[in-house]
């Protein structure tokens, strides 16, 4: 059994896990390991909420770009079309977007 993060081989865990209960003693090993996983499981939950809290204000962000490019092209949609925007004989109006689906 190898651990990539130590490289430490299945020796070398029976050693440090040795020396754990010499200098603690058995008794003390449980209470150490419940602490131990209660600070691991506190981590995963801080990073978690890290996690959620980024996705949030990206989601917020990408959803105001949304709604300004919305707002940008109804404005655009209601400047008057010039003979410079068209070609010769062809006037093409794009339909614009619901604010809903550029919301969503």
């Known amino acids: 059994m190898t651990l990539l993060f130590f490289d430490l081989g299945s020796g070398e865990i ?3 896990v040795l020396a ?3 200098v603690f003693g058995p008794g003390k090993i449980p209470e150490i390991a419940r602490g131990l996983g209660k600070f691991i499981n506190e981590v ?3 990073s978690e909420d890290i996690k959620t809290e980024i996705n949030r204000e990206a989601d917020k962000l990408d959803r105001e770009k949304r709604l300004e490019a919305y707002k940008n092209s109804l404005k ?3 400047e008057p079309i010039t003979a410079q925007d068209t070609e010769p004989g062809t006037k093409e109006v794009e339909s614009p977007a619901k604010e809903e689906d550029i919301i969503q």
């Open 14 to 16: 029976f050693l440090i």
């Open 20 to 22: 754990v209960i010499l």
């Open 44 to 46: 995963k939950r801080a």
């Open 76 to 78: 655009k949609e209601n």
